[in-house]
């Protein structure tokens, strides 16, 4: 059997892929980073005797998302994991346009084709979306990759149910992390002093939530008791809040 991880070389898509590794899946890795996912080839093909493919390319591009999914079609999938995303801290006056749209196209695009896709040609298996904790309540300062992780989770959500209700053999599991120490805050200009959840946890608790078809993944009791909060606040609540914390994170 056969698992795609997008954003494979690092943070939690590396994480997933060693953990599937682990459980004897073939996988077939996305990112950017060719260097990277030779490296974390050779180490999972030796440690766990298992094959790897590597695919270097940019999700951002809606075609690649098909020439991965052409490509690979045939082989026994049972497992997607749309890990691939980005953010950007900031005023959205200030933000760039281009690196908004192209978070627009991997955050949103790549995961909705790639799932779509998934869904069309297999007929048995699991998909594993990577939404947010910013994706419950509107993120000032952080507001394009909070409203990209809001449809990730809305979407994700909605599919499951459908395919529950055609008793189809597919079954979507949302992750939402809070803050985790990756990469992530240094390629969204973000300076972070609250604590950072540890990636193997994180990466830890999607799994054993996919394979127990949990709808909902949230990593951490902390971030549990913070989604309970944000569930009975109003909305103008939350806002001030998330406006000062995301603030604090502004480089």
């Given at each position: 059997?056969?698992?795609?991880?997008?954003?494979?070389?690092?943070?939690?898509?590396?994480?997933?892929?060693?953990?599937?590794?682990?459980?004897?899946?073939?996988?077939?890795?996305?990112?950017?980073?060719?260097?990277?996912?030779?490296?974390?080839?050779?180490?999972?093909?030796?440690?766990?005797?298992?094959?790897?493919?590597?695919?270097?390319?940019?999700?951002?591009?809606?075609?690649?998302?098909?020439?991965?999914?052409?490509?690979?079609?045939a082989f026994?999938?049972?497992?997607?994991?749309?890990?691939?995303?980005?953010?950007?801290?900031?005023?959205?006056s200030d933000?760039?346009?281009?690196?908004?749209?192209?978070?627009?196209?991997?955050?949103?695009?790549?995961?909705?084709?790639?799932?779509?896709?998934?869904?069309?040609?297999?007929?048995?298996?699991?998909?594993?979306?990577?939404?947010?904790?910013?994706?419950?309540?509107?993120?000032?300062?952080?507001?394009?990759?909070?409203?990209t992780k809001?449809?990730?989770?809305?979407?994700?959500?909605?599919?499951?149910?459908?395919?529950?209700?055609?008793?189809?053999?597919?079954?979507?599991?949302?992750?939402?992390?809070?803050?985790?120490?990756?990469?992530?805050?240094?390629?969204?200009?973000?300076?972070?002093?609250?604590?950072?959840?540890?990636?193997?946890?994180?990466?830890?608790?999607?799994?054993?939530?996919?394979?127990?078809?949990?709808?909902?993944?949230?990593?951490?009791?902390?971030?549990?008791?913070?989604?309970?909060?944000?569930?009975?606040?109003?909305?103008?609540?939350?806002?001030?809040?998330?406006?000062?914390?995301?603030?604090?994170?502004?480089?």
């Amino acid at each position: 059997m056969y698992a795609i991880i997008t954003g494979a070389s690092s943070g939690i898509g590396k994480e997933i892929s060693t953990l599937l590794a682990a459980r004897k899946y073939n996988l077939i890795l996305v990112a950017r980073r060719k260097d990277r996912l030779e490296l974390l080839k050779s180490k999972l093909e030796k440690k766990y005797s298992i094959s790897v493919y590597i695919e270097v390319m940019d999700l951002n591009n809606a075609k690649n998302c098909f020439l991965l999914f052409e490509k690979y079609k045939a082989f026994p999938l049972s497992i997607l994991v749309n890990n691939a995303g980005f953010g950007k801290v900031g005023h959205f006056s200030d933000c760039s346009l281009q690196n908004e749209l192209d978070m627009i196209q991997t955050n949103i695009v790549a995961l909705h084709i790639l799932t779509k896709l998934f869904i069309k040609n297999v007929n048995r298996g699991n998909i594993l979306n990577v939404a947010s904790m910013a994706a419950y309540t509107p993120s000032p300062v952080l507001a394009t990759y909070g409203a990209t992780k809001s449809y990730v989770y809305s979407l994700s959500r909605a599919i499951n149910y459908e395919l529950k209700k055609q008793h189809k053999a597919i079954h979507i599991t949302t992750l939402c992390p809070g803050p985790v120490d990756t990469e992530f805050h240094a390629v969204a200009n973000a300076s972070m002093s609250m604590h950072l959840q540890d990636v193997k946890s994180c990466a830890k608790a999607a799994v054993d939530g996919m394979f127990h078809n949990k709808s909902v993944v949230i990593p951490g009791f902390s971030m549990r008791l913070l989604h309970i909060l944000i569930k009975i606040s109003p909305v103008s609540w939350a806002l001030p809040l998330e406006y000062l914390i995301q603030s604090s994170k502004k480089q």
